[in-house]
């Protein structure tokens, strides 16, 4: 079969798909990306074929932009596209801003797909192409989680994009899928009614290479300390001047701290506590395994790569999907949620070290969601679920390609 993945052009939207894709290939099937062009080089790199679709777009500038209260048109002049839908302005949150994207991507990608012919879609909660795209061809749409369900209807998200659907002559788009793929233990995830197919999270932090020093175990207990990659776009240097701050808080803890951060926030990390091991970028699927626990910004992919080393973590949040994981960690004693970075202080970040360090009860609950959560049915367990669900769907007839479709998976080009 065929399988459309449709991603935001960012780390945290893409890798919970790779191993889905990785699955789906080893499987005999054919599966192909879509997202901005800018971003072919980081799907091709997690070993799966891009296809480029609409035009380029800042993610984090269109957020910025949207704070400051301004509109976003990316659309091209002329044809259908000349006077496109108007939102509302300041930060309307996620659902608006993924309608926005959606029309950005659309064009490009359903005259693609009405050639391609899939036979599923799978994309995640903030690519509303995807179940537009699955909606126009007829086939069954399955949206796959980072964590727990921020964007569920019980969080307040809408469940159709409305512009989206009256631009197609559409009833609605589905942006919640037929199915959704769940990598969270119960404890962790949200109680609703929706269809969900429970899958093991697989770490994918991009291209890996184990660093030297990650070789030998450490002598003696080990934190680690990221921040994620969303917020320095989101809002430069200041959204991350906290971070220091809770680095030197460690400071009197008989522990090995690892500073793991972008290459583009080390210059904040100055004037550091003996106790730092490195400062640097380092992929936490290889860095956590050797850790006793994690303090971080809450981002899903953390908490989940976290969660499924069996680590207790302290969250520091400052965004409202940062906050909704934090808080739904901590619910199930496997961590604890502090203030948001710009309130927190060394003395909570100290009293939070001291529980993910020595509490029993905190350790013990984050070793049983680790054994949930790698009890949970693999990735390739899961592609006959996804085989059945596309056998589901209507025959159709493939028509001739579009010239402007381009597929892209590495030197292979395909028109």
């Not at 879509?34 to 072919?40: F, Q």
């Not at 860095?287 to 953390?302: E, K, V």
């Not at 965004?319 to 309130?343: H, M």
């Not at 020595?358 to 367990?381: S, T």
Request: with cysteine; hydrophobic share 45%; aromatic share 6%.
């Amino acid at each position: 079969m065929r399988v459309l993945f449709a991603t935001w052009a960012g780390g945290g939207h893409y890798a919970p798909l790779v191993p889905i894709g990785w699955a789906l290939r080893a499987a005999g099937h054919d599966v192909m990306v879509t997202s901005h062009p800018y971003y072919a080089a980081t799907i091709t790199a997690s070993g799966l074929p891009a296809l480029p679709a609409g035009p380029d777009v800042d993610m984090f500038e269109l957020l910025r932009a949207k704070r400051r209260g301004e509109e976003w048109r990316p659309w091209r002049p002329g044809g259908a596209r000349a006077d496109p839908p108007r939102f509302r302005r300041g930060y309307p949150g996620m659902s608006d801003t993924a309608e926005e994207v959606a029309h950005a991507l659309a064009d490009d990608l359903v005259a693609f797909a009405r050639y391609w012919q899939p036979d599923l879609v799978v994309f995640e909660p903030a690519s509303f192409a995807g179940p537009l795209v699955a909606r126009l061809l007829g086939v069954p749409a399955v949206r796959m989680l980072w964590t727990a369900d921020f964007t569920a209807p019980v969080n307040g998200f809408a469940t159709t994009a409305d512009s989206l659907a009256a631009r197609f002559g559409l009833a609605e788009v589905g942006v919640l899928g037929d199915l959704t793929l769940d990598p969270c233990p119960p404890a962790l995830q949200v109680t609703d009614d929706l269809p969900r197919q429970p899958v093991r999270y697989v770490p994918y932090n991009g291209p890996a290479v184990l660093p030297g020093w990650l070789r030998d175990p450490p002598a003696g207990r080990r934190i680690a300390v990221t921040w994620g990659t969303s917020l320095t776009g989101m809002g430069g240097a200041d959204r991350m001047a906290h971070v220091p701050r809770v680095v030197r808080a460690l400071a009197g803890f008989d522990v090995e701290i690892v500073v793991a951060v972008l290459e583009s926030q080390r210059e904040l990390f100055t004037s550091m506590p003996p106790n730092v091991r490195s400062v640097g970028p380092v992929p936490l699927h290889l860095l956590l395994p050797s850790c006793d626990a994690i303090i971080h910004q809450g981002g899903g992919g953390t908490l989940m790569t976290a969660l499924v080393c069996g680590l207790p973590q302290l969250i520091v949040p400052s965004i409202p999907d940062q906050a909704f994981n934090a808080r739904q960690l901590a619910a199930t004693g496997a961590g604890r949620c502090l203030p948001s970075g710009e309130d927190v202080t060394e003395a909570e970040i100290t009293a939070g070290t001291e529980l993910i360090l020595g509490d029993r009860a905190c350790r013990a609950a984050a070793r049983e969601l680790q054994a949930q959560a790698l009890a949970l049915p693999a990735p390739a367990d899961v592609v006959p679920v996804l085989e059945r669900l596309a056998r589901a769907g209507t025959p159709r007839t493939r028509s001739a390609p579009p010239p402007a479709a381009t597929a892209v998976a590495g030197p292979l080009v395909v028109g």
